[in-house]
Each structure stands twice: as C-alpha cells, then as structure tokens.
T-cell receptor, first 114, second 115 residues
Framework: SQTIHQWPATLVQPVGSPLSLECTVEGTSNPNLYWYRQAAGRGLQLLFYSVGIGQISSEVPQNLSASRPQDRQFILSSKKLLLSDSGFYLC?????????????FGEGSRLTVL | AQKITQTQPGMFVQEKEAVTLDCTYDTSDPSYGLFWYKQPSSGEMIFLIYQGSYDQQNATEGRYSLNFQKARKSANLVISASQLGDSAMYFCAMRATRTTDKLIFGTGTRLQVFP
C-alpha cells in the first residue's frame, strides 16, 4: 500500500531563518507531488507541484522554493522566513495516470514564524 | 478562472440527523472533477467522495452522497445519520483541466455534530 510521510510535524522558527520541510511517498512510482499551505481558518492554497524529478511548477510567487531530488521525495525550502509564512503545510501525491486525480495527503507540518 | 465557493463557514447538526454542506463551482472547462475532503482537528485531509462532470449518477460512498446539479454548478455534500466523529472541517475541491491533477479548494465549512 502507498504511504506519504512529511516532517517535521511542528516547527517554530524565527523570522529570517531558513526552512526545510521534507515529504516522501512509498509504495508507488512516478507520482505527481504537491505542496499546499493552509493559513489559519482558511482553505488550501497550492504552492508547488511536480510531475517528475527536477520538474517543479510554482503557483504563487513567494520566498519559498521546492525541489524534487528523487522520484518520491519532495522538499519545501526557504532561505529567509517571513511572518506571513506561518501556516499548516500539506504535502500530497496523486497517481500520474489516475482517472479521478484524487490527492492523498500527508499528516501536515505546522510552521510558526516568530 | 476556476473557483470553488463554500458559503457556510459553520454548520450544526444533531446526531443521527442528515446535513447538507453547500458547494458551488465555476469553470469553463467541459471536463472536470469535484471532490470533498474531511479535515479533523488532527489536520490530516481525508478523501470522502468524487464526482466526474460526465458521470450520469450522483456519487455515493457509505453515508456520504454528492448532490450534483450541473446546470446550477453545485456539488453539495450530504451526510446522512450524522455521528459525533463527523465533526470536522469539510472542503470542496475541483480539478478543472485534463492535463494536471491540481485541485482548487474552497474555504471550508466547519461541521459540529451535537448529541
């Protein structure tokens, strides 16, 4: 069966510090991968998606970046965090050839920037 | 541009009763998919139900059913026989292009089930 795991689960960082959130998927190959952000009490905003190694599409201009160094690994990074980067970050995957395009989500990473 | 609208920030329902969570969408793409996800307080997103734009019948999954009215561009979620464990945030989402699986989410509805 397929699993998705992201870490760390909780992170408190000062403004201006770097960020690295990691996500890995097991049990499938060549998945589509996504990073979403959920601000407090709001819906999900798509940040990045990837259809293959090294292929990253950015949905929203910001000081965050994403990388996909391996087929089932997706990393969200920042060189200098802003207060507005606080939120709940969700990694997700979908089957590249899936009929419905259903997303499977990780447990989420809660980031607080102080 | 594609858009998902959930106009109910919060809903209350008594245990064992049915509840409808509203969702309207906007897209010019003739082929699209509609999804509902549940987010309990733990934060994980749980897939509930899917409706394709060309599906002839309304989707059902156990106690969940999707009231799909294409002409009105609405895709309301109906939960029958509510349980205390149904208390959570519920998000409607849409995939509106053929070439990608990107989902656009609504702002969510917080459902609270009381005894």
């Amino acid at each position: 069966s397929q699993t998705i795991h992201q870490w760390p689960a909780t992170l408190v960082q000062p403004v201006g510090s770097p960020l690295s959130l990691e996500c890995t998927v097991e049990g499938t190959s060549n998945p589509n991968l996504y990073w979403y952000r959920q601000a407090a009490g709001r819906g999900l905003q798509l940040l990045f998606y990837s259809v293959g190694i090294g292929q990253i599409s950015s949905e929203v201009p910001q000081n965050l970046s994403a990388s996909r160094p391996q087929d089932r690994q997706f990393i969200l990074s920042s060189k200098k965090l802003l207060l507005s980067d606080s939120g709940f970050y969700l990694c997700a995957w979908s089957r590249a050839s899936g009929r419905t395009g259903e997303l499977f989500f990780g447990e989420g990473s809660r980031l607080t920037v102080l | 541009a594609q858009k998902i609208t959930q106009t109910q920030p919060g809903m209350f329902v008594q245990e064992k009763e049915a509840v409808t969570l509203d969702c309207t969408y906007d897209t010019s793409d003739p082929s699209y998919g509609l999804f509902w996800y549940k987010q309990p307080s733990s934060g994980e997103m749980i897939f509930l139900i899917y409706q394709g734009s060309y599906d002839q019948q309304n989707a059902t999954e156990g106690r969940y059913s999707l009231n799909f009215q294409k002409a009105r561009k609405s895709a309301n979620l109906v939960i029958s026989a509510s349980q205390l464990g149904d208390s959570a945030m519920y998000f409607c989402a849409m995939r509106a292009t053929r070439t990608t699986d990107k989902l656009i989410f609504g702002t969510g509805t917080r459902l609270q089930v009381f005894p």
